[in-house]
């Protein structure tokens, strides 16, 4: 066309004559009107774009639009979450979602969501029930807790407890716990959120029971324990132990919040979890609430638990912020499947780190049939999710050489495949990966092999 750019730009059609053209309409009946005019209007702001750099051929016609905006409509809707097999060894892969869930929990998600689901209603009594009702009969259970509710996750229940507890007033909290978790999850942060005023006692390194005892005024409100997880101090260090504060809190008349974080409901003698307080530990040394997340060792779905004295529970699932905070049905549905299933003394998640050693070999000679290239080597796996990160519990996993690129390629593959790079080679990590999987993985590290 050999017009001026200025003469060609009022020679672009408008937007809703666009929307007229047949080729354009037939969008309309698949994705809605809206989606298609916001895809028509980017469109034909590129092609100004394009006239207005003074670039020649610009073709505003209507099949050149139409396949412009189909292309673009495909993009925005199409992309969909795909499962990805997780041949890290980090089993709570935080990029990856956290606990993968059992594939007995996964499939009756299918029940719980596409019908109503009695989350909230007593089927017996006909009335409306309470949603927090059955994680209050299974949570003492597990950890000697009076009472429980759940809500959206661990940051929003330590948020919820200090809102409801110590809104207004002071908290005091020891500077060896003043942690970050996660990039975004900063304790003091946390607590001027939740409108609080933080009072930081002892050091880095050493707190002792006298600093919190001196730090405590007619504002105070609470004493808060912060489970450090993603970090530790070695040398001389020294904290107080949760009686000793408990007792100190009591002395006050001042609640223990501990922030437990990991969800270890119960103390297990292992490493990593050896020297970890776990929630049933904190509240018999006298916490009087604890709040974990409900989707790190646990194995449930994203969710934060609070655990304690019901009071304590009761005052917080009275605050305006718990509506804000509670989870829907599938969580809950999910959470007290989790929980019988502990109860019940199912494996955890985090017991993939050590599979039994039998089928464990069987798998990888199995996988060392198909790929010829692979050998067996040791390679560390851990807990994830921020949760002891100097703690790797060691097996035998499969390496392949190094290429350049298969790493990406694996991660492209249909399902993709995390593997990682270590010692010049590629590393596979079955622990985290389903055995059923297996053949899948195998089939995307031929396919995927650069030559
Ligand atoms: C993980 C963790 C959190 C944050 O939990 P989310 O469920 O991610 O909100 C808070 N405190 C501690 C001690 C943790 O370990």
Same mark, same amino acid.
């Given at each position: 066309m050999n017009?001026?750019?200025?003469?060609?730009?009022r020679q672009l059609p408008a937007v809703d004559k666009v929307l007229g053209w047949s080729r354009v309409g037939r969008l309309v009946g698949l994705y809605g009107r809206?989606?298609?005019?916001?895809?028509?209007r980017e469109v034909l702001a590129t092609l100004r774009e394009a006239l207005q750099r003074g670039e020649r051929d610009v073709d505003w016609g209507e099949e050149s639009v139409?396949?412009?905006?189909?292309?673009?409509?495909e993009m925005a809707t199409g992309g969909q979450y795909e499962r990805v097999l997780n041949a890290t060894g980090i089993v709570l892969h935080t990029n990856l979602g956290r606990a993968p869930l059992p594939r007995a929990v996964a499939e009756r998600l299918v029940e719980w969501s596409e019908a109503g689901c009695n989350v909230e209603f007593d089927l017996a009594a006909g009335e409306r029930g309470e949603r927090n009702r059955r994680l209050s009969r299974l949570l003492p259970l597990l950890t000697g807790c009076e009472a429980a509710i759940a809500v959206n996750?661990?940051?929003?229940?330590?948020?919820?407890?200090?809102?409801? =507890?110590? @809104? +207004?007033? #002071?908290?005091?909290? &020891?500077?060896?716990?003043? *942690?970050?978790? !996660?990039?975004?999850?900063?304790?003091?942060?946390?607590?001027?959120?939740?409108?609080?005023?933080?009072?930081?006692?002892?050091?880095?390194?050493?707190?002792?029971?006298?600093?919190?005892?001196?730090?405590?005024?007619?504002?105070?409100a609470l004493l808060l324990r912060v489970h450090p997880s993603n970090y530790r101090v070695r040398g001389f260090t020294e904290r107080v132990a949760t009686p000793d504060l408990a007792r100190l809190g009591e002395r006050f008349g001042l609640p223990l919040i501990v922030d437990e974080g990991a969800g270890l409901l119960r103390g297990r003698s292992e490493p990593p979890f050896a020297d970890h307080d776990s929630?049933?530990?904190? =509240?018999? @040394? +006298?916490? #009087?609430?604890?709040? &974990?997340?409900?989707?790190? *060792?646990?194995? !449930?779905?994203?969710?934060?638990?609070?655990?304690?004295?019901?009071?304590?529970?009761?005052?917080?699932?009275?605050?305006?912020?718990?509506?804000?905070?509670r989870p829907g049905r599938l969580v809950y549905a999910v959470l007290e499947e989790t929980l019988r299933r502990t109860l019940a003394g199912e494996a955890s998640v985090v017991d993939q780190l050590w599979p039994d050693a039998e089928a464990h070999q069987a798998r990888l000679q199995?996988?060392?049939?198909?790929?010829?290239?692979?050998?067996?080597v040791?390679?560390?796996?851990?807990?994830?999710?921020?949760?002891?990160?100097?703690?790797?519990?060691?097996?035998?996993?499969?390496?392949l050489p190094f290429r350049e690129g298969w790493v990406e390629?694996?991660?492209?593959?249909?399902?993709?495949?995390?593997?990682?790079?270590?010692?010049?080679?590629?590393l596979l990590d079955l622990r985290t990966v389903h055995p059923e999987h297996d053949i899948v993985l195998a089939d995307a590290v031929l396919a995927t092999r650069p030559r």
């Open positions: 017009c001026s750019p200025s003469s060609e730009l809206t989606a298609v005019r916001v895809q028509v139409g396949r412009a905006v189909e292309a673009r409509l996750n661990n940051a929003a229940a330590l948020v919820l407890a200090l809102a409801t =507890l110590a @809104a +207004g007033r #002071a908290v005091i909290l &020891s500077r060896g716990e003043m *942690v970050e978790i !996660g990039g975004s999850f900063r304790i003091p942060e946390i607590l001027e959120a939740a409108g609080c005023r933080l009072v930081e006692v002892g050091t880095t390194n050493k707190t002792h029971l006298e600093d919190f005892e001196r730090a405590i005024d007619d504002e105070t929630v049933e530990e904190e =509240l018999s @040394a +006298g916490a #009087a609430l604890v709040c &974990s997340s409900a989707d790190k *060792v646990l194995g !449930g779905p994203q969710g934060g638990l609070l655990m304690g004295q019901r009071s304590l529970v009761e005052a917080c699932r009275r605050h305006p912020l718990y509506r804000a905070f199995r996988l060392l049939q198909r790929l010829p290239e692979a050998e067996i040791e390679v560390e796996g851990y807990v994830g999710a921020g949760a002891a990160p100097d703690v790797a519990v060691v097996a035998d996993g499969l390496a390629a694996l991660r492209q593959a249909r399902p993709p495949v995390i593997a990682y790079r270590r010692q010049g080679r590629i």
